[in-house]
């Protein structure tokens, strides 16, 4: 059994003693090589003990866990955040495909992120990084009214291969495939990523996305054509047809209208 050194960089203290707790009960085979309470002593215990996973806090009087992390030139370890935020925090951190772990942390949740380091041994892209205080700083409202558009956003989408960076501007059109999602892109091959579609669905839902179909959620700026019918149909801008569920049909025609009101594309 390979041991992991664990760090869990915290500013409450509660919040360390519990985790650590969690960790001996539950993971024996990480050990805690140590704690701290702020970024600085943080990146000291880094620096000296050289953890292979880090457990880190977001918010921290001061600095931030993301501070703590840009001191560092590479980011040869695995991080976990954990945050009390809920919510939006939540999304962001999908957006990312970062792992986290909300407080009070749950012990399943606890083992099944501490398993899945074991297996992949993923360190954090700054990439990844700039996706996720983007998302944490500027918190999307929750309503269908409140859309905003996919400009200069970009999602992380994990695979087998590693993570690919996309421009939501450049995904057409979401597609289910049984436990994986399947993504169609502008000029390139197609991403499919081992998550539910209805994952996804709660990442998009505040973008100009919208799920017409059980099994298709589709990028409203690549709509080249809407075709009456008891549900009707979209076609895309690269040449595929997908059917609107006669369910989702009157949502859709309102999303749809409100997003070319808002893009100027018709008064």
Not at 121 to 147: C, F, M, T, Y
Not at 159 to 180: K, P, R
Request: proline share 4%; hydrophobic share 40%.
């Amino acid at each position: 059994m390979e041991t992991l050194r664990a760090a869990v960089i915290d500013d409450e203290a509660n919040a360390r003693q519990a985790l650590i707790s969690l960790l001996r009960i539950l993971c024996p085979d990480v050990v805690v090589c140590g704690e701290a309470k702020n970024v600085d002593t943080g990146i000291e215990l880094i620096r000296k003990e050289k953890p292979n996973l880090v457990f880190l806090d977001i918010q921290m009087p001061g600095k931030t866990g993301f501070d703590l992390l840009s001191s560092f030139d590479t980011i040869d370890f695995g991080v976990v955040f954990t945050t009390a935020y809920q919510e939006y925090a939540v999304k962001a951190f999908r957006f990312s495909a970062i792992d986290y772990l909300l407080k009070p942390v749950d012990p399943d949740e606890l083992q099944a992120a501490v398993e899945k380091f074991k297996v992949q041994h993923d360190s954090v892209n700054p990439q990844q990084l700039k996706i996720l205080q983007e998302h944490i700083q500027n918190p999307q409202p929750a309503g269908l009214k409140q859309r905003t558009r996919n400009d200069n956003q970009r999602i992380a989408l994990p695979t087998a291969e590693g993570i690919h960076f996309v421009q939501m501007t450049d995904i057409i059109q979401c597609e289910s495939l049984g436990s994986y999602t399947k993504f169609h892109l502008v000029g390139s091959k197609p991403i499919v990523v081992s998550r539910l579609l209805k994952e996804y669905e709660e990442i998009l839902d505040n973008y100009y996305f919208f799920r017409v179909h059980q099994s298709n959620i589709v990028n409203l700026e690549h709509i080249k054509r809407y075709v009456k019918g008891d549900g009707g149909q979209v076609w895309l801008s690269d040449n595929t047809e997908v059917e609107v569920s006669r369910r989702r049909k009157e949502e859709f025609l309102e999303l749809l209208s409100d997003f070319y009101v808002n893009s100027g594309k018709i008064g």
